[in-house]
């Protein structure tokens, strides 16, 4: 079990501003009262998206799901970015659900409906979040526990819809999820990412941050993902994130891949998808 090796895990620092994340124009604010939890089911049941509970190995993952999916095409799910991991560059947050789920907003924009999946320990009630430990939203929020929990989630979102394919999609630190899930798997038809630090290594080095030491790095499968088409959606003013890591990571995918990288102009890392 990876809990016990990992609460002397040094801080990441700048990592929190990967996932706070504001919601794009046209949505709805966050009440001042309004928990994570309240305010991301309001956003999804506004446009009829349907919330529950899956399991994935020790984890609690919430998902929510498109009225509009039709059973037997391809599924796009849609994975969130990391939340709300640091108060600053020294302390965990006590609790990384996303205060503004940029994932989601994405997710309920695509007209062809899909799936949603937090990541693990977000949106969880007191209770279980105390048993979730800060590493796996931290250190570890790329270690393989994490990466099997949520294909073990999709498996059962993909049997649930009746889906043969699906389309990976991940904004942020989802989107490395999403990466190393797609390097995995065999029924993945496209991969599309925003905003996402691919190479994590590098995206560590040049922020000057502790490594990710006992998470995944996409750039370590490079080989298993040359062969899938991927789009990846990268802010022209993205100071977290910037456009010249996305390039850098598809050149080692070499000229024979099917990836693009898209510079989405007006966006920084959080706004606006």
């Known amino acids: 079990m990876i ?8 801080p ?18 966050r009440g001042l009262f309004e928990s994570p939890l309240e305010y ?9 998206w349907l919330s529950a509970w899956h399991r994935g190995g020790e984890f609690s993952i ?8 039709q059973r037997g095409k391809p599924l796009n799910v849609y994975i969130e970015g990391d939340g709300y991991a640091w108060v600053d560059r020294y302390t965990p947050a006590k609790d990384p659900s996303p205060t503004n789920p940029v994932g989601l907003s994405l997710a309920i924009k695509n007209k062809e409906g899909g799936v949603y999946l937090a990541r693990p320990c977000q949106f969880l009630p007191p209770n279980e979040l105390a048993e979730c430990s800060p590493v796996f939203w931290t250190a570890a929020r790329f270690a393989p526990e994490i990466v099997q929990a949520m294909g073990t989630v999709i498996d059962q979102l993909k049997s649930e ?83 010249s890591l ?8 070499n000229a024979e891949s099917r990836a693009r990288v898209v510079v989405v102009e007006n966006a920084s890392h959080d706004c606006c998808w």
């Open 161 to 243: 819809k009746a889906a043969h394919a699906i389309r990976l999609h991940g904004y942020s630190g989802g989107g490395v999820i999403a990466a190393l899930l797609a390097a995995k798997r065999t029924d993945v038809i496209e991969l599309v990412t925003y905003a996402s630090p691919l190479d994590i290594g590098a995206w560590t080095s040049l922020h000057n941050l502790s490594p990710l030491r006992y998470s995944l790095n996409p750039a370590d499968e490079i080989r298993a993902l040359r062969k899938i088409p991927q789009t990846h959606y990268v802010g022209g003013k993205d100071t977290e994130v910037p456009p």
């Open 246 to 253: 996305a390039y850098d990571f598809v050149a080692l995918l």
């Open 3 to 10: 809990v016990s090796r990992l609460l002397t895990a040094r």
């Open 12 to 29: 990441l620092g700048l990592a929190v501003l990967l996932c706070v994340g504001v919601l794009s124009a046209g949505c709805s604010k």
């Open 40 to 48: 991301a089911s309001r956003v999804a049941g506004q446009k009829g």
């Open 62 to 69: 919430l998902t929510y799901s498109s009225p509009s999916i």
